[in-house]
């Protein structure tokens, strides 16, 4: 997280134009460093070669996230990560295999099937607990949070990883955002002050839609009450379900999120809410509609807005947890990480609770308060 932090302080995003299929798009990829070390962990087992980057991500950092908590594999915790995509460029390697040759390969199946990625993880951390996998799409890893809760709260588990991994620079997942034209336009299409930041997230003056992907895995361990090396405390989860009007869209005043950041606060004044981390996808009616239900839930005292994905791009299933890890750094350093697009928006004096907003197509938007560990 210390890595993460320090890229959070200047105003350099991670976006780069990059060749996918017969274009060049605007993309968030991993770093050349960390791809080394994914490479590595593929070929330190045979068993790992056959596997899509989202699994191999999904165990990169679970290690790591587990190796923190100081979790062993006696403690059996359970496992809920979940994708949007899936394993992506498997699924077009193999759909490109049997147009040609008009036979599946045998790894075909197993290798892509969503309860890919708990599975290899149980595997791999040797733990016996539940596991869980699951697609809902851009909310995927909140979901998976609020899953983790339900267990913690339940009895029936102390202990939980939580997260989401998303591997989505491929041809055709690329292909579908430009269809839906909410992607960012390639950087010959862009004005010079567009270029400097092709993902306009949180941009409220925007034109055009500016969505750019970006792959990641992100992780959490949940665990029952506070100890010495917890990170931030978990207050509220909330979330809503609307009715929809089109396919991919979430009302104007987004309902869904009006309803989530309400069940989320519970019974708190909005006004001790210090940071509200948007979802803020980089699409004209996406930031819009967010911002609207903010306004409606709010009122009178705006919280400091902020989201991450000018700098990171969106990545999907995997989002909603890089959202999370911003808030813990943000209440752990105490200090307000703004957009580039705000310069003048006040930084709160104390940061004391964060929260962090999600939702995906379907309209199924999920909230989670966060708060600092000690006052």
Not at 86 to 105: C, D, I, P
Not at 239 to 259: K, M, V
Request: aromatic share 8%.
């Amino acid at each position: 997280m210390d890595e993460a932090w320090d890229a959070y302080q200047n105003k350099n995003h991670l976006l780069v134009e990059k060749q996918i299929g017969d274009s060049k798009n605007w993309v968030a990829p991993l770093s050349e460093k960390l791809m080394i070390e994914i490479e590595i962990l593929r070929n330190s087992d045979s068993k790992f070669n056959d596997l899509d980057n989202s699994v191999l991500y999904a165990i990169y950092a679970s290690r790591r996230a587990v190796e923190k908590a100081g979790w062993s594999i006696t403690d059996n915790f359970g496992i809920n990560i979940g994708s949007s995509r899936g394993a992506t460029s498997l699924f077009e390697k193999y759909h490109a295999e049997f147009l040609s040759s008009k036979n599946a390969s045998t790894l075909s199946s197993p290798t892509t099937t969503m309860g890919n990625i708990s599975s290899w993880l149980a595997h791999d951390l040797q733990t016996h607990g539940p596991e869980i996998s699951h697609s809902i799409t851009c909310s995927t890893a909140l979901h998976a949070l609020l899953n983790g809760v339900a267990w913690l709260r339940s009895g029936m588990a102390d202990k939980f990883l939580v997260g989401g991994s998303e591997a989505p620079l491929t041809p055709f997942t690329i292909a579908q955002m430009k269809a839906m034209r909410i992607y960012a336009k390639p950087s010959v299409s862009l004005s010079t002050v567009e270029k400097t930041y092709p993902c306009r997230a949180m941009d409220w003056q925007k034109k055009q839609n500016t969505m750019v992907l970006g792959e990641a895995a992100s992780t959490a361990c949940l665990e029952v009450g506070i100890h010495d090396n917890s990170m931030a405390v978990l207050e509220g989860v909330g979330y809503a379900t609307e009715p929809l009007e089109h396919n991919i869209s979430i009302s104007t005043d987004a309902l869904c999120f009006q309803r989530s950041m309400k069940m989320a606060m519970g019974t708190i004044n909005p006004d001790e809410v210090d940071v509200v981390l948007l979802h803020a996808p980089g699409t004209v009616k996406g930031d819009l509609s967010e911002k609207e239900a903010i306004d409606k839930v709010f009122r009178n005292k705006i919280p400091s807005l902020t989201t991450n994905k000018w700098k990171v791009g969106h990545t999907f299933g995997a989002s909603g947890m890089l959202s999370i890890e911003l808030a813990i750094l943000m209440l752990r350093y105490n200090k307000f990480i703004r957009t580039p697009f705000h310069p003048s928006t006040p930084s709160p004096k104390k940061i004391r609770k964060v929260l962090v907003n999600a939702v995906g197509f379907g309209g199924n938007a999920v909230s989670i308060l966060l708060s600092a560990t000690r006052s």
